[in-house]
């Protein structure tokens, strides 16, 4: 029974907040994956596009709020996301007529993108903390649980209890559906496979007739749909606060290069691969371990890898690591 117990309290408080925070970040590094495998240049403003996208999202949000619409048990963020999508897809497409086609037709190095990106992210970051504050925003709504601890007592038998979020159920579906659609997107339709044939051959595609603006294009429009939903997601998930997505940068970025750079597949497994090795290294194992050894010999401390303070470190040693003995990544990324 005290197996059961550690079962249930590791997938409380490790498997499934993992899961659905390797889902935000697989989303959030497909974004970033997408610009490098496409347009060639690491893309720095990726976590401030997410912090934009979900801020336009909870304009939306408040927005059918005040008219007194609801999306039943599931968050109204839910309902807001098209409105979130385009108006981030509006700022991304300025902003690449603006700024990055200048550099694109000067034949820049990536390098300079990279340098041109920072500068974009750091504009974005402003906008959207002159905008919406700098404050924490909670913008949950709905039923707050699929099911509760105490349901999962009651129907297990078992003294430890097992929840699971709405947001967290809500993510993981997401998730799938829209990876289901990107992949279905760059394999079989027309767009897809010169976008595909672009991150090949650039040369060769050029020389096919495939419009390279129109891939430029069609790249930035997933960006943003991509950027939006993991942002929306992971605030619902946590909470609102544009410089928490501005920290979200190197986990995602972690999870691209672990994956490989320009891989989509790759993108997502590194998501996972991060969010489970943070969850992993800061949780407290004291409860599953006290159900697995006798009481004697149960930890007097937390045991406790890491203090979450660090939580980001563990990206980073995951970053260095990679970048040491795989710099191509898990799935043989583009590696310039």
Do not use: C
Request: charged content about 10%; glycine content about 10%; cysteine-free.
């Amino acid at each position: 029974m005290d197996i059961l117990n550690a079962i249930v309290a590791f997938t409380n408080f490790v498997f499934i907040p993992a899961t659905a925070y390797g889902a935000q970040l697989a989303l959030g590094a497909l974004g970033a994956t997408l610009v490098y495998g496409i347009l060639r240049f690491s893309n720095f403003a990726q976590g401030d596009t997410m912090a934009f996208g979900t801020m336009a999202t909870i304009y939306g949000t408040w927005g059918l709020q005040a008219m007194g619409v609801s999306f039943g048990p599931l968050p109204t963020a839910l309902l807001a996301l098209p409105f979130g999508i385009l108006v981030t897809v509006g700022l991304l497409l300025a902003t690449d007529f603006s700024v990055y086609r200048f550099y694109r037709k000067q034949k820049v190095a990536p390098t300079i993108l990279v340098i041109v990106s920072l500068g974009v992210m750091f504009v974005m970051n402003g906008i959207t903390r002159i905008m919406i504050g700098v404050e924490e925003q909670n913008f949950t709504d709905g039923e707050r649980f699929v099911f509760t601890a105490r349901e999962f007592k009651e129907w297990s038998g078992l003294n430890e209890g097992m929840a699971l979020k709405t947001t967290q159920a809500v993510t993981i579906v997401t998730a799938v559906l829209v990876v289901a659609w990107l992949f279905w997107f760059l394999q079989k339709t027309r767009t897809g496979k010169s976008m595909r044939a672009f991150s090949d051959n650039e040369d060769l595609a050029l020389l096919s007739g495939i419009n390279p603006n129109h891939v430029v294009r069609v790249t930035w429009i997933l960006v943003a749909i991509l950027a939006t939903i993991a942002g929306v997601l992971y605030g619902l998930d946590k909470s609102f606060k544009p410089f928490t997505y501005f920290q979200l940068l190197l986990p995602i970025f972690a999870a691209a290069v672990v994956g490989g750079l320009g891989n989509p597949l790759g993108a997502i497994a590194g998501g996972f691969v991060v969010a489970y090795s943070e969850v992993f290294v800061t949780y407290a194992w004291k409860k599953v371990i006290g159900y697995l050894v006798p009481a004697d010999m149960a930890p007097d401390g937390l045991a406790q890898l890491m203090s979450t303070d660090y939580k980001l470190a563990v990206s980073f040693i995951i970053l260095i690591i990679v970048l040491l003995f795989m710099p191509t990544g898990l799935f043989k990324g583009k590696s310039g």
